[in-house]
């Protein structure tokens, strides 16, 4: 059945994504060529205006340390140090759409270089700026990065992506399904689990399909 694929939805700005990144990175790696991954951004705190208040710092703070915990991903906490830094995670989105739009196989890849700059080296990733240097960074062409990124269409499709997401009943990320329109969709996760035993069971899952 060549139409199977992986369906991911997450956010770079998600603590629980980043921890779950290197699995993901795992799963498309060895399923590549049977199960194409498509990447879909969730909008976690997309649009969000409010700058971020002390509790907000207290529970984000408690969920990095049970991330780290749980996958090993290091952190930089100097992140708290901040004052007045608005959580809107629609610009790193619209960045991994962007890459996406301009060289579908490495929008993974961009998103986790987001997530490494973000959670590991305390870079603004809600700077069209930052974004752009970690474009360049990763080998993509800046200037082409940013024609892209502040266009209609990548911003409507950013958009697009948010409401897929709401509409597939996503309540947590990282999510991660399997399957296809006219085989129908297994959940593969929804939250952060380790790689332990997750190939063995997408092994199984595709042994038991229809032959195409």
């Known amino acids: 059945m060549t139409d199977l694929h992986f369906i991911y939805v997450a956010d770079p700005m998600c603590s629980w994504c980043y921890g779950f990144a290197p699995v993901i990175s795992a799963l498309e790696q060895q399923f590549r060529g049977r199960l194409p991954m498509r990447l879909v951004m969730g909008g976690l705190r997309a649009g969000n205006t409010q700058p971020m208040r002390a509790k907000d710092k207290d529970y984000i703070r408690d969920a990095w340390t049970r991330v780290g ?16 830094f608005i959580y809107d995670t629609e610009p ?3 960045a991994v ?22 959670y590991a080296e305390n870079r603004d990733v809600t700077s069209t700026e930052v974004l752009a240097d970690i474009a360049a960074e990763d080998g993509h062409d800046r200037a082409a990065f940013l024609d892209a990124f502040l266009s209609a269409d990548v911003r409507n499709a950013a958009f697009r992506d948010f409401l897929t997401a709401q509409e597939m009943g996503v309540r947590g990320f990282p999510t991660l399904i399997v399957g296809s329109k006219t085989a129908g969709y297994t959940l593969v996760t929804n939250g952060f689990r380790p790689l332990d035993g997750l190939p063995e069971a997408i092994e199984d899952w595709l042994q038991r399909q229809p032959a195409a």
């Open 97 to 118: 759409v962007t890459i996406r739009a301009l060289d579908p196989p490495r929008a993974l890849a961009m998103m986790s270089r987001i997530q490494s700059a973000f």
């Open 69 to 84: 915990a749980a996958s090993g991903q290091p952190f930089d906490v100097s992140f708290f140090d901040r004052d007045g």
């Open 92 to 94: 790193a989105c619209r």
